[in-house]
């Protein structure tokens, strides 16, 4: 029923343009009128997935033969982009879904586990986690604790706890990095599918955010959890290694949340400085309010082409780590600067919740820290930097 699923493997500009459209409209419609209201609550809606699900917002990378939309990243950013003008939290919890959990599954599963797992992820019916960072390795993921181990019939018992979780309670599929080999060891880690109901498996406690209030946070923990040999995800041992290229794609995913952050700040920050008066005139008109405004759409511009460029090198199979890592560096640090120059050009309007400025301000923190930290980015660019 959805301009997304009308769309072929190849689109055109017109195609392109409305996919961006239904985004958009889609987020207007359904996203907006709740917006604050599901960021007081800290209400998770589980039922908008559903809907996203019709619009195709759910398996945009996944190919129409495992029930997706077939789509690349240059259609995936315009998604994320456009959603996240709207809501931060939203956007973070579509990007989760699309790039991590479902990605992870499309890159390294097997025809039996793609044809399992895809159809319901891609559809909304089943939400995706995926679980990579424990209470202490965040950064240092490869010194996990949460370990796997090995069962006669080839099967796996899980002991450990994941947190910080998108979607830890509400998903019904998650993909869980476990130690099935010695501590240090890059291929001592290996993949597995969890599925909401495998005994043993439940989510934990629900965090209480600074900003994106209305994404499912939590905590995830396994108790003598049992997975038979079907849930290795690929190789054994080959855990970490798959997470890596899983995150070098969603590094994408995170500069182009935090793009449409940007964009939606922007918008709101130009508006009022045109219609906000002092001294007798909107206040656009003072040159300290109009520079910050040149530097928010410059800045934004140049974001936006680095996040393109990444995900362009990766629609055509190409290296891509540098790149991604130096879009989502730069596309974060610059979506906390607009989301801080709004609250600037608000005034003290920028500090109540009646305007859509501190919500910004809140949500763009966690794009300089999910999916690796901004000095974790650097480390990633200077390491390919250096390497021969
Ligand atoms: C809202 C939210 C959603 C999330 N969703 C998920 C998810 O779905 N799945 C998942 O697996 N994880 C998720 N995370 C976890 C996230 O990826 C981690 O929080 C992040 O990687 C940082 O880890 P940490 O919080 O343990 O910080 P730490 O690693 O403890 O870092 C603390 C500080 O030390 C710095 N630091 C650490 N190491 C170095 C170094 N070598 N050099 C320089 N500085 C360093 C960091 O940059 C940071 O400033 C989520 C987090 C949040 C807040």
């Given at each position: 029923m959805t301009a997304m699923s009308t769309a072929a493997q190849t689109t055109t500009d017109e195609q392109r343009e409305m996919i961006r459209q239904s985004a958009a409209d889609f987020a207007r419609t359904h996203i907006f009128p709740h917006v604050m209201d599901w960021d007081e609550r800290q209400?998770?809606?589980?039922?908008?997935?559903?809907?996203?699900?019709?619009?195709?917002?759910?398996?945009?990378?996944?190919?129409?033969?495992y029930g997706g939309t077939g789509l690349s990243y240059a259609e995936y950013i315009t998604v994320i982009d456009e959603i996240a003008q709207v809501c931060g939290s939203i956007g973070l919890s579509v990007a989760a879904h699309n790039s991590l959990c479902t990605n992870h599954i499309l890159q390294f599963g097997s025809e039996a586990q793609k044809n399992k797992y895809l159809p319901a992820l891609a559809s909304?019916?089943?939400?995706?986690?995926?679980?990579?960072?424990?209470?202490?390795?965040?950064?240092?993921?490869?010194?996990?604790?949460?370990?796997?181990?090995?069962?006669?019939?080839?099967g796996y018992i899980l002991n450990g706890a994941k947190n910080f979780i998108t979607h830890g309670i509400s998903a019904e599929v998650a993909v869980v990095i476990a130690r099935t080999g010695e501590l240090l060891d890059s291929h001592g880690m290996t993949a597995f599918i969890v599925e909401r109901g495998d005994e043993g498996f439940r989510g934990g406690k629900k965090e209480d955010k600074l900003g994106m209030?209305?994404?499912?946070?939590?905590?995830?923990?396994?108790?003598?959890?049992?997975?038979?040999?079907?849930r290795i995800l690929?190789?054994?041992?080959?855990?970490?290694?798959?997470?890596?290229?899983?995150?070098?794609?969603?590094?994408i995913?995170?500069?182009?949340?935090?793009?449409?952050i940007a964009k939606g700040a922007m918008k709101a920050a130009l508006a009022y400085s045109q219609e906000r008066e002092q001294f007798g005139k909107a206040i656009s008109r003072f040159q300290s309010i109009a520079f910050k405004l040149s530097d928010m759409a410059t800045e934004i511009e140049?974001?936006?082409?680095?996040?393109?460029n990444a995900g362009r090198l990766k629609d055509a199979g190409l290296p891509m780590t540098r790149e991604s890592a130096m879009a989502k560096l730069f596309a974060s640090e610059t979506c906390v600067r607009v989301a801080n120059d709004t609250v600037q050009i608000f005034g003290g309007y920028g500090f109540t919740k009646e305007y859509p400025a501190e919500k910004y301000y809140r949500d763009c923190k966690l794009c300089t820290i999910g999916e690796g930290t901004s000095e974790i980015q650097r480390l990633v660019i200077s390491r390919e930097l250096l390497k021969k």
């Open positions: 209400h998770f809606p589980r039922e908008l997935f559903h809907q996203m699900g019709e619009y195709g917002f759910m398996g945009v990378l996944v190919p129409e033969q909304g019916e089943h939400l995706g986690a995926w679980g990579l960072t424990e209470p202490n390795t965040g950064s240092d993921a490869g010194r996990m604790r949460t370990v796997a181990e090995r069962q006669e019939d080839g209030r209305a994404s499912e946070t939590a905590e995830i923990i396994f108790e003598n959890c049992y997975l038979p040999a079907d690929g190789e054994v041992g080959e855990g970490f290694i798959q997470s890596m290229k899983i995150l070098d794609g969603g590094r995913s995170i500069a182009a949340l935090s793009l449409g140049a974001s936006e082409l680095l996040t393109r």
